[in-house]
């Protein structure tokens, strides 16, 4: 039996509010068994717990502060998503954090505090990071590359650059790239750039309720549509589908060994 894991998606937000247990249901029944759910700030916290008890064995909780979401009282809200992490072992990363200058490069001073605190975080509760970078490749390389050799591990999400700079991130031992439905739009560079990337460096994601791919394009995203995103990576590797589900669902599980309870 196909197995996959869609190691990134907001099922908890709002969008999925009309039919979250029928999405749930959907994406079991595609062979996407395992679902991993990203935290954005500290509201996002409650529904993404109440999701992983309502579906335990299925949706699995991470924790952290995205760039994008640093208000004047981000101190005190690390501080007490740190005690949350401390006090409660279900997270399974810290996530979904990094660096995004796209939006607003008016905090990047205190964008890159966040991202180097969390991966404190990281590093002391032995947890891989699931790191979000837009428009600050080089700030982020160069972080990263200060706790070179430190044990991280962890996946750059989303991952949509160019051969360069997956070579880059891949020169961290125990990272992977995050590809989801960007790499069967049309106009993607991603599978180029992936010709270089051995698929035991990929994870799938889908980034629900973003970013679906074809031939679901400009639909709401959602974790039963990993299946387009193999089938497209089987043509680009020369493989079956079955053979990317069980390489890319084997990386997961090696990232995040809680979801397979080791």
């Known amino acids: 039996m196909i197995e996959?894991?869609?190691?990134?998606?907001?099922?908890?937000?709002?969008?999925?509010?009309?039919?979250?247990?029928?999405?749930?249901?959907?994406?079991?029944?595609?062979?996407?068994?395992?679902?991993c759910l990203p935290a954005i700030n500290e509201e996002s916290l409650?529904?993404?717990?109440?999701?992983?008890?309502?579906?335990?064995g299925v949706c699995y909780p991470m924790i952290g502060l995205h760039p994008t979401?640093?208000?004047?009282?981000?101190?005190?809200?690390?501080d007490r998503m740190y005690s949350l992490l401390k006090s409660d072992d279900r997270f399974v990363a810290i996530g979904e954090v990094g660096l995004d200058f796209y939006w607003d490069?008016?905090?990047?001073?205190e964008q890159k505090d966040v991202f180097s605190r969390q991966i404190e975080w990281a590093l002391e509760?032995?947890?891989?990071?699931?790191?979000?970078?837009?428009?600050?490749?080089?700030?982020?390389?160069?972080?990263?590359?200060?706790?070179?050799?430190?044990?991280l591990r962890g996946v750059f999400h989303c991952f949509s650059g160019s051969e360069d700079e997956a070579c880059k991130l891949l020169s961290f031992d125990g990272f992977y790239l995050g590809i989801g439905g960007v790499v069967t739009y049309?106009?993607?560079i991603l599978p180029e750039v992936l010709k270089s990337v051995p698929l035991e460096r990929v994870v799938l994601e889908t980034d629900s309720p973003y970013l679906a791919p074809v031939p679901k394009r400009g639909k709401r995203n959602e974790s039963a549509y990993v299946p387009h995103i193999a089938d497209f990576l089987s043509?680009?590797?020369?493989c079956s589908v079955e053979q990317i589900a069980a390489v890319t669902t084997g990386n997961a599980k090696t990232l995040f060994p809680k979801i397979s309870g080791l």
């Open 69 to 78: 979401e640093l208000g004047n009282d981000y101190d005190s809200v690390l």
């Open 186 to 188: 049309k106009k993607s």
């Open 125 to 151: 509760m032995g947890l891989p990071l699931v790191i979000h970078s837009r428009s600050a490749f080089d700030e982020l390389y160069a972080i990263m590359d200060s706790y070179r050799g430190r044990g």
């Open 105 to 109: 490069d008016t905090k990047k001073r």
């Open 4 to 35: 996959f894991v869609d190691t990134h998606a907001h099922l908890f937000t709002t969008e999925f509010d009309a039919d979250r247990v029928e999405t749930v249901q959907r994406a079991i029944d595609a062979g996407v068994s395992t679902l």
């Open 46 to 56: 409650k529904p993404l717990l109440d999701m992983c008890d309502s579906f335990p």
């Open 235 to 238: 043509g680009l590797y020369g």
